[in-house]
C-alpha cells in the first residue's frame, strides 16, 4: 500500500509531526537522514514546527546516507552543506551526534566500514527517510548493488550523474563517485520511510510497485522491510492502480 497526499506541502507536515512525536516519546531517536529535493519541504517545515513546538534535539542522533566523495564539506554542492544549510544549522543539534560521510577522507574504505560500525554502536537507527532516484537507487545504491552491502563507495550511474548533475552549474564538477550507506545498513533500520513527489517520480514509483524484489531495482529491497512505509504525492502516485493507494486527506 501506498499512502498518498495531495502535494509536497503534505507530506511535509505530516511527517514534521511524525518526527517530532518520535521524538518526544524517545528523546534520543537515531534518525536516518537522506538529502536532496524530495526532502527540502521536509526539512523547511520541521524546522518550523520544531520552533513552534519548542521540541528539544539535544540528544537526537543522525546518520546520513551519502556524500560524493571529492567535495569537501563546505562546497555548496555537498551533502554536508546541504545539512548544515536546511536543518542542522537552523535547530539546536547537539552538532557531535550528526554524523555524515567525509568526501575528502583520505582512506575511504576505513571510513565505510567505520560508519556501518558506529550505526552499530548507538544501537542502529530508529527511522531511515529515503528518497529514491529515477532508477530506484535509495541512498546512492544503484542498480546492480548486493541486499548484503553495507556502507561503500559506488561509481555513479549515468542515469544518477544526468540527474544531479542540475544542481551543478559546472555539469564537469558533478561527482563520479560516491560513499553510501548500504542496503542491509538500510534494510537494519527499525522503520523506513520512502518519499517520493512530483510527476517525475511516477515511472519509477509505477517500476517499484510493478517490481519484484531484485537488484536491479534497489529500492524494491523495501518489501521485505517489516515496517516500510511508502509515502507519495497524487502527482507521483498517477500510474499506479488506486487498489494500492490509500488516501492520506485526513492526515494533513
Ligand atoms: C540523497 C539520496 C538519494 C536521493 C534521490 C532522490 O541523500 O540518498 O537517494 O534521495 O536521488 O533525489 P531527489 O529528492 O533530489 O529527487
Known amino acids: 500500500m501506498f499512502l498518498i497526499f495531495p502535494d509536497p506541502q503534505s507530506i511535509a507536515n505530516y511527517l514534521s509531526s511524525l ?56 562546497h555548496p554542492q555537498s551533502y554536508n552543506y546541504y545539512m548544515h544549510q536546511h536543518l542542522f544549522d537552523l535547530l539546536g543539534f547537539d552538532q557531535q551526534r550528526l554524523f555524515l560521510p567525509d568526501g575528502k577522507c583520505n582512506d575511504l574504505q576505513e571510513q565505510c566500514e567505520q560508519y556501518s560500525q558506529r550505526i552499530k554502536e548507538v544501537g542502529g537507527l530508529d527511522v531511515q527517510l529515503l528518497g529514491v532516484g529515477s532508477n530506484g537507487h535509495i541512498g546512492f545504491n544503484e542498480p546492480g548493488t548486493s541486499f548484503n552491502s553495507r556502507t561503500h563507495v559506488v561509481g555513479l ?67 521485505q522491510h517489516p515496517k516500510a512505509l511508502v509515502i507519495l504525492d497524487e502527482a507521483a502516485a498517477s500510474l499506479l492502480p488506486a487498489e494500492v493507494c490509500q488516501p492520506a486527506m485526513a492526515m494533513t
Open 19 to 74: 518526527f517530532i512525536e518520535k521524538i518526544q516519546k524517545k528523546p534520543n531517536l537515531v534518525l536516518g537522514l537522506a538529502t536532496g529535493s524530495t526532502m527540502e519541504p521536509v526539512y523547511a517545515r520541521f524546522v518550523q514546527k520544531v520552533h513552534a513546538c519548542a521540541v528539544d534535539l539535544s540528544k537526537v542522533t543522525t546518520f546520513n546516507l551519502d556524500e560524493y566523495v571529492g567535495l569537501s564539506a563546505t
Open 157 to 223: 550511474s549515468e542515469r544518477t550523474r544526468i540527474d544531479n548533475s542540475r544542481f551543478f552549474d559546472d555539469k564537469n564538477e558533478m561527482p563520479t563517485q560516491a560513499i553510501t550507506m548500504g542496503i542491509l545498513d538500510i534494510m537494519e533500520a527499525k522503520e523506513v520511510i520512502l518519499v517520493a513527489t512530483g510527476a517525475h517520480k511516477a515511472e519509477v514509483m509505477a517500476n517499484y510497485w510493478r517490481s519484484p524484489v531484485c537488484e536491479s531495482m534497489p529500492a524494491s529491497v523495501l518489501k
